[in-house]
Nanobody, 123 residues
Framework: QVQLVESGGGLVQAGGSLRLSCAAS????????MGWFRQAPGKEREFVAA???????YYPDSVTGRFTISRDNTKGTVYLQMNSLEPEDPAVYYC?????????????????WGQGTQVTVSS
């Protein structure tokens, strides 16, 4: 069984930065794609970033140039560096492990999810 635990969320001013971490226990992450998603109150969960087993990264237009996903397979950890945070970014952020080695944009591609970490942005 795979367990994913997110950390690093919190309150930050608009324009500020946060770094989220996702630590995995159980089976290794190195062979799988990983992703970050977010869900704001009253909204659907949306794609934020993904990284393949080989390190290829994918982002939606809304965060391109501001967010960076990375992975450290030796530590079984995936990161999301978030810069220039905007009032539209607050949400619960979730990390997820893909069913395959690919990093994917669609929620159904992911088999395991963390519990989420709250990100709040003050204006």
């Amino acid at each position: 069984q795979v367990q994913l635990v997110e950390s690093g969320g919190g309150l930050v001013q608009a324009g500020g930065s946060l770094r989220l971490s996702c630590a995995a226990s159980g089976r290794t992450l190195s062979s799988y794609g990983m992703g970050w998603f977010r869900q704001a109150p009253g909204k659907e969960r949306e794609f934020v970033a993904a990284i393949s087993w080989s390190g290829c990264t994918y982002y939606p237009d809304s965060v391109t140039g501001r967010f960076t996903i990375s992975r450290d397979n030796t530590k079984g950890t995936v990161y999301l560096q978030m810069n220039s945070l905007e009032p539209e970014d607050p949400a619960v952020y979730y990390c997820a492990r893909s069913r395959t080695a690919l990093g994917r944009r669609d929620i159904d591609a992911y088999a395991y999810w963390g519990q989420g970490t709250q990100v709040t942005v003050s204006s």
